[in-house]
């Protein structure tokens, strides 16, 4: 698997666990773990979003790595 396919996994599986920890979230009674779970999923939120723009840059900069170099003689 190249680079960016697994940084756009990895922001994907990221994006899962923010749903579960919002799911979470919406069904405890406990405020203060409401929370914590709400502040938990946020920050995944914002982590998978910079893994998914990285993962977009990597592709693009992988599409025509070698455009311009001449081949080895």
Do not use: C
């Amino acid at each position: 698997m190249s680079v960016a396919g697994e940084s756009g996994s990895r922001a994907q599986q990221m994006r899962e666990k923010v749903q579960q920890l919002t799911e979470g979230a919406e069904r405890t009674t406990d405020p203060q773990e409401r929370q914590k779970l709400q502040e938990q999923a946020r920050h995944l939120l914002e982590q998978s979003k910079q893994q998914g723009q990285n993962a977009g840059e990597n592709r693009s900069k992988g599409a025509g790595g070698g455009r311009g170099q001449q081949p080895p003689e």
